[in-house]
């Protein structure tokens, strides 16, 4: 069970869009639709943006946007702005009830 | 509104045992369909997914952990514990105790503060 490969950063100005994305393999990401978003600002806890691949909690703004193809899951970031500046971790369900993480992406707002 | 709270020892001795236990609030460890699990993140590092429990007692643990690792509940103080046995420097991180759904899903939708528990003598 290895963590899953995110950028170490991503970086986009204000108003514009970025996608993070999160490879795993036919056992955890390619395998089920249970892959989630967590943000993360220095010193807090994570925070969860989107779940089950594309499904976002109440509260949480429409331009954070999740996908999936294959054994790569993907966050997408709309109408960047400087709030959004923070690290994002994915994780989805590796089977026998098990759980991976990403490594983590440290998103720069320009 | 459910609030999580870490409590347990700041620092620990190379090759004793981690104990940290998770107190919840404004809501019940025997609620239906929840479990409640711990998270570490080492400094500057990525989470990891420790285990995980249901009120029950059905427990779930890391694989790369699993040996090391117990987590237990106690319903009547609405609190879930983590042992963390023969730890070492590689074991200090900031531990999050957390709630979930399913033990498919995983979606860690209520955290604590998380602690810092340092290993060193």
């Known amino acids: 069970q290895s963590a899953l490969t995110q950028p170490r950063s991503v970086s986009g100005s204000p108003g514009q869009s970025v996608t993070i994305s999160c490879t795993g393999t036919s056992s955890d990401v390619g395998g089920y639709n249970y892959v989630s978003w967590y943000q993360q600002y220095p010193g807090k806890a994570p925070k969860l943006i989107i779940y089950d691949v594309s499904q976002r909690p109440s509260g949480v703004p429409n331009r954070f946007s999740g996908s999936k193809s294959g054994n790569t899951a993907s966050l997408t970031i709309s109408g960047l702005q400087a709030e959004d500046e923070a690290d994002y971790y994915c994780s989805s369900y590796a089977g026998s009830y098990t759980l991976v993480f990403g490594g983590g992406t440290k998103l720069t707002v320009l | 509104q459910l609030q999580l709270q870490e409590s347990g020892p700041g620092l620990v001795k190379p090759s004793e045992t981690l104990s940290l236990t998770c107190t919840i609030s404004?809501?019940?460890?025997?609620?239906?369909?929840?479990?409640w699990g711990w998270i570490r993140q080492p400094p500057g590092k990525g989470l990891e997914w420790i285990g995980s429990?249901?009120?029950?007692?059905?427990?779930y643990y890391n694989p790369s952990l699993k040996s090391r690792v117990t987590i237990s509940v106690d319903t009547s103080k609405n609190q879930f514990s983590l042992k963390l046995t023969s730890v070492t420097a590689a074991d200090t991180a900031v531990y999050y105790c957390?709630?979930?759904?399913?033990?498919?899903?995983?979606?860690?939708?209520?955290w604590g503060q998380g602690t810092l528990v340092t290993v060193s003598s």
């Open positions: 429990i249901y009120y029950s007692g059905n427990t």
């Open positions: 957390a709630r979930h759904s399913t033990v498919t899903t995983f979606v860690f939708a209520y």
């Open positions: 404004g809501g019940s460890i025997s609620s239906s369909g929840y479990y």
